[in-house]
C-alpha cells in the first residue's frame, strides 16, 4: 500500500469528515458495522461519498485525472457498437432508453448521436442518477457533445418508473453495489464487519444470524477459511427492474464471472477492490470516501434474479464476444487505415475493449427481457447462457 499516492490536505480533511460520521455509524450499531453498509456510506453518503463528492472519478491517468477508465471514456466505439443491440431493442419494442447510473454521460451522449444517425431515437432517455455531482457532470457532458434537438430527449430521474418499456442499460452499475462479506470457519459461517480502531478502522467477523443472507449463503457450501461477498442488494435491483419492465430488455455491462468462476476454490479471498488515482489495491479501510471500492458481479445470481421475476435469459457473453456481434469490427473499417491520426487511436481503443489481457474476457454483458421473441444481436454467437 506504500505505493498509493498521498491525498492532498484537501482530500485529507474530505476524507476526515466520512471517517467521522462511519465512526458515529458504528458506535450506534453497538460498535460493529458490515461491510454492506460501511461500502454504502464510503461511496454514497450524501455530500460526502465517493460517488457523492465533486472529485473528479473517471479519466485517463494520461490526461492527468481520475481514479479509473470505463469503456465508454475509452471511445465513441463502445457506445457506437452498444446502440446497434439498442436500436434492435427499440425497433420491437417502440420504448425508451432508461440508463442506470450514467458516469460522465459520455455513453449517454454518444448512444443518442448515433441512434441519430440511424433514424432510431426514442421519445425519452431517461438517466436514474443518485449522485447530485454526477448529475451535473452528465449535464454539462451532454450540452457540450448534443444539439438542443436530441438535449430534449434526455430526463433525469430520482426513482425508477412504475412501468417501462424499451431498453434499461446499465455499464457498471452492478459493481458498485454494496456487498456483504461472508467467511466460512471451522465452527461457523461469519458476516466480516468494520470496526474502529483508534483512529483507524478494521476488520471483524461475527456469527452470521440474519436469515435470508444466511440461507445464501448456505447454499453456496463454501470450504473452511473460504472468503468472499453475496450481494442481495444487486439481486433486489434486478427485481425492482423486473417488476417496472413490461416489454423491452435491461442490458448490464461489468466484470465480474458464472457462479461456478466466482466460488472457485483459487478465488479464497474474495474480489473486493479499491482504485486510486489509478493504482488498484484491495484495502478498503483507508483513503475512505476518496477511492472507488467494488466488487466483482456474481451473474448467475442476476440470472435466477431476472427468471425468478418473471423476465428471460436472453444472453450472457464476454465484452468481446457481445461488441463483435454489434459490429464493432464494422464500424472501425469505416476508417481508413490509411488516414493514421484517425484509425490509430480507434484501432488501440478496438483492441482494449476486445483483448482479452484487457476488458474482452472479464466483461461480460448479460441480457434480461420481457415480450421481446427475436434473438438479440449482440448474441447471435458465442452466448454462455448454459454457463450460468
Known amino acids: ?77 463502445f457506445a457506437q457498437t452498444v446502440a446497434n443491440q439498442i436500436a434492435q431493442i427499440l425497433l420491437v419494442t417502440h420504448g425508451n432508453i432508461l440508463e442506470l447510473g450514467a458516469g ?9 448521436l448515433t441512434l441519430a444517425q440511424l433514424n432510431s431515437l426514442p421519445a425519452k432517455y431517461f ?6 455531482h454526477l448529475r451535473q457532470v452528465q449535464l454539462e457532458t451532454l450540452q457540450k457533445k448534443l444539439p438542443l434537438d436530441l438535449m430534449q430527449h434526455v430526463e433525469w430521474l430520482d426513482i425508477l418508473p412504475p412501468s ?12 458498485a453495489i454494496p456487498v456483504h462479506i461472508v467467511h466460512a470457519t471451522a465452527d461457523s459461517l461469519r458476516e466480516r464487519g468494520v470496526v474502529t480502531d483508534g483512529e483507524k478502522f478494521a476488520w471483524q467477523d461475527k ?47 461489468d466484470y465480474g464471472f458464472s457462479a461456478r468462476e466466482y466460488y472457485h476454490l483459487q478465488r479464497n479471498q474474495g474480489t473486493v477492490m479499491c482504485h486510486y488515482q489509478h493504482y488498484a489495491h484491495t484495502d478498503p479501510l483507508i483513503n475512505i470516501g476518496l477511492q472507488d471500492i467494488t466488487a466483482h458481479v456474481d451473474f ?37 487505415p490509411l488516414d493514421m491520426a484517425s484509425y490509430a487511436p480507434l484501432a488501440a481503443a478496438t483492441q482494449k475493449l476486445l483483448s482479452p489481457a484487457e476488458m474482452g474476457d472479464l466483461f461480460k454483458v448479460i441480457a434480461l427481457s420481457k415480450n421481446v421473441d427475436e434473438p438479440l444481436i449482440g448474441f ?3 452466448d454462455k447462457s448454459h454457463t450460468l
Open 1 to 77: 500500500m506504500s505505493t498509493l499516492p498521498t491525498p492532498s490536505f484537501d482530500a485529507r480533511k474530505h476524507s476526515q469528515h466520512l471517517i467521522e460520521l462511519i465512526q458515529l455509524k458504528i458506535k450506534e450499531k453497538d460498535g460493529w458495522l458490515s461491510f454492506a453498509e460501511f461500502m454504502q456510506l464510503a461511496l454514497y453518503a450524501p455530500g460526502m461519498g465517493y460517488y457523492s463528492a465533486g472529485s473528479q472519478k473517471f479519466g485517463d491517468i494520461k490526461k492527468g485525472g481520475g481514479d479509473f477508465v470505463t469503456a465508454p471514456e475509452i471511445s465513441p466505439l
Open 104 to 112: 460522465t454521460g459520455k455513453l449517454a451522449s454518444d448512444i443518442l
Open 127 to 132: 438517466i436514474l442518477e443518485v449522485s447530485d
Open 164 to 175: 417501462f418499456k424499451g431498453v434499461v442499460v446499465g455499464n457498471e452499475v452492478l459493481d
Open 207 to 253: 456469527v452470521l444470524s440474519e436469515p435470508s443472507l444466511l440461507s445464501v449463503v448456505t447454499a453456496l457450501n463454501l470450504p473452511e477459511g473460504y472468503i468472499t461477498e453475496v450481494c442481495p442488494a444487486a439481486s433486489g435491483l434486478i427485481a425492482s427492474l423486473a417488476n417496472m419492465l413490461k416489454m423491452g430488455a435491461i442490458l448490464m455491462i
Open 300 to 336: 448467475t445470481s442476476i440470472a435466477h434474479a431476472g427468471v425468478n421475476n418473471g423476465l428471460v435469459l436472453s444472453g450472457f457473453c464476454s465484452q468481446a464476444q457481445f461488441l463483435m456481434n454489434c459490429g464493432i469490427l464494422e464500424i472501425l473499417s469505416q476508417v481508413s
Open 380 to 382: 447471435i454467437s458465442g
